[in-house]
């Protein structure tokens, strides 16, 4: 059975790191594009960084870039996504999936995806 668990998630103050994980079950992560998304409150759910199934491919949205990191472990089948210099706007609960798509298709289309973790939630706030 497959089974995405996103982990990480809490409370941080602005400027501030957080680190979440996705620890996947009941497939061969090895063969699939990982993705994190993000749904704040009233907002619809966007992607925020996607990775391909080599690692070698990835894909941040434009609010991220320079401050978020996505990687993979193939071997622990958990896909991470580091957060740093975290803003208030950032606060949203975190969703990681997966698909046999291109990073940019994948993280530009969150419509389509099928197979999400019940996801984590961060706050930044002072």
């Known amino acids: 059975q497959l089974q995405l668990v996103e982990s990480g998630g809490g409370l941080v103050q602005p400027g501030g790191s957080l680190s979440l994980s996705c620890a996947v079950s009941?497939?061969?992560?090895?063969?699939?594009?990982i993705g994190w998304f993000r749904q704040a409150p009233g907002k619809e759910r966007e992607g925020v960084s996607c990775?391909?199934?080599?690692?070698?491919?990835?894909n941040y949205a434009d609010s991220v870039k320079g401050r978020f990191t996505i990687s993979r472990d193939n071997a622990e089948n958990t896909v991470y996504l580091q957060m740093n210099s975290l803003k208030p706007e950032d606060t949203a609960t975190y969703y990681c999936?997966?698909?046999?798509?291109?990073?940019?298709?994948?993280?530009?289309?969150?419509?389509?995806?099928?197979?999400w973790g019940k996801g984590t939630l961060v706050t930044v706030s002072s």
């Open positions: 999936a997966e698909a046999p798509l291109s990073v940019e298709n994948m993280c530009a289309n969150p419509r389509r995806l099928r197979n």
């Open positions: 009941g497939f061969t992560l090895e063969f699939y594009t």
């Open positions: 990775i391909s199934y080599s690692g070698d491919r990835t």
